[in-house]
T-cell receptor, first 116, second 113 residues
Framework: NAGVTQTPKFQVLKTGQSMTLQCAQD?????MYWYRQDPGMGLRLIYY???????DKGEVPNGYNVSRLNKREFSLRLESAAPSQTSVYFC???????????????FGPGTRLTVT | GENVEQHPSTLSVQEGDSAVIKCTYS??????FPWYKQELGKRPQLIID?????GEKKDQRIAVTLNKTAKHFSLHITETQPEDSAVYFC????????????FGAGTRLFVKA
């Protein structure tokens, strides 16, 4: 049981380049999330997907797009990278809203992205 | 928009003392309040949570309190140990709204031996 996996672990991009961050979970969770973490700013929600087939904007969606490919996979795309997008990106997943019990979000190991 | 304020940003305590971290949320519809611990270079992990219909919850040395009227919730760690040193994040979630999650900015806790 791998939990939440992310690829790549590290990436350096030049301004204007594009890339896709991949995330997959094997816990049969319905909900998935993308966050960015900057020093002193905590975790900021970029996009989330309550269930397969739906996606919604979070706090900081500008400059990003997402795809919920299937129940397991949720990708984040940077179409034209900017230095302001230098950050650590975390993917997370949780059980479906409305189910009883703890709504714990399980995080992936993170992707450290640098845009020069 | 929704906002979660967390204080203090840094907290230093002696081993064995208590630590208290406070959060305030803006969206009165939020109904689930988890706390995450993040050790250096690692991913955040849930340590305790509380729902809006509960005022207090305890798990060994950690406890969380919630005041819905004031929109405040707090994390209390008693008998702190050096391994409690980490960054702690609070969050507010509207579980009926697709689980949109807003985190506080974090508190870096140092426990001095």
């Amino acid at each position: 049981n791998a939990g939440v996996t992310q690829t790549p672990k590290f990436q350096v991009l030049k301004t204007g380049q594009s890339m896709t961050l991949q995330c997959a979970q094997d816990m049969n969770h319905n909900s998935m999330y993308w966050y960015r973490q900057d020093p002193g700013m905590g975790l900021r929600l970029i996009y989330y997907s309550a269930s397969e087939g739906t996606t919604d904007k979070g706090e900081v969606p500008n400059g990003y797009n997402v795809s919920r490919l299937n129940k397991r996979e949720f990708s984040l795309r940077l179409e034209s990278a900017a230095p302001s997008q230098t950050s650590v990106y975390f993917c997370a997943s949780s059980r479906r809203p409305g189910t009883s019990g703890i709504y714990e979000q399980y995080f992936g190991p993170g992707t450290r992205l640098t845009v020069t | 928009g929704e906002n979660v304020e967390q204080h203090p940003s840094t907290l230093s305590v002696q081993e064995g003392d208590s630590a208290v971290i406070k959060c305030t949320y803006s969206d009165s519809a939020s109904n689930y309040f988890p706390w995450y611990k993040q050790e250096l270079g690692k991913r955040p992990q849930l340590i305790i949570d509380i729902r809006s219909n509960v005022g207090e919850k305890k798990d060994q040395r950690i406890a969380v309190t919630l005041n819905k009227t004031a929109k405040h919730f707090s994390l209390h760690i008693t008998e702190t140990q050096p391994e409690d040193s980490a960054v702690y994040f609070c969050a507010a979630i509207l579980s009926g709204g697709g689980f949109k999650t807003i985190f506080g900015a974090g508190t870096r806790l140092f426990v001095k031996a």
